[in-house]
């Protein structure tokens, strides 16, 4: 069994930054890929950043530019730098691991943006 626990949320001015941290733990035999996703009132879950084993990386396109993802392998930790912070990017941060094929996820972190 995996546990994801991620950190790093709170309460940030609009032109802001953040940084989320999520760290995987219990019995991890391999890590797929390492993830955030959001959601906000009343909208679907959506994906925010996505980092493979082999360190490729994808972004949605509204946090292209102003957010980063990262990981540390050893730690199985994942990282999102988030800069430049929106309202709309105000929501529930959830993270996602990925191990085995099989995809665990965290509580979620709230992230709120004011303008």
């Known amino acids: 069994q995996v546990q994801v626990a991620e950190s790093g949320g709170g309460l940030v001015q609009a032109g802001g930054s953040l940084r989320l941290s999520c760290a995987a733990s219990?019995?991890?035999?391999?890590?797929?890929?390492m993830g955030w996703y959001r959601q906000a009132p009343g909208k679907q879950r959506e994906l925010v950043a996505a980092?493979?084993?082999?360190?490729?990386?994808n972004y949605a396109a509204s946090v292209k530019g102003r957010f980063t993802i990262s990981r540390d392998s050893a730690r199985n930790t994942v990282y999102l730098q988030m800069s430049s912070l929106k309202p709309e990017d105000t929501a529930v941060y959830y993270c996602?691991?990925?191990?085995?094929?099989?995809?665990?996820w965290g509580q979620g972190t709230q992230v709120t943006v004011s303008s």
């Open positions: 996602k691991v990925v191990a085995a094929i099989t995809p665990y």
């Open positions: 219990g019995t991890i035999f391999s890590i797929n890929s």
């Open positions: 980092i493979s084993s082999g360190g490729t990386t």
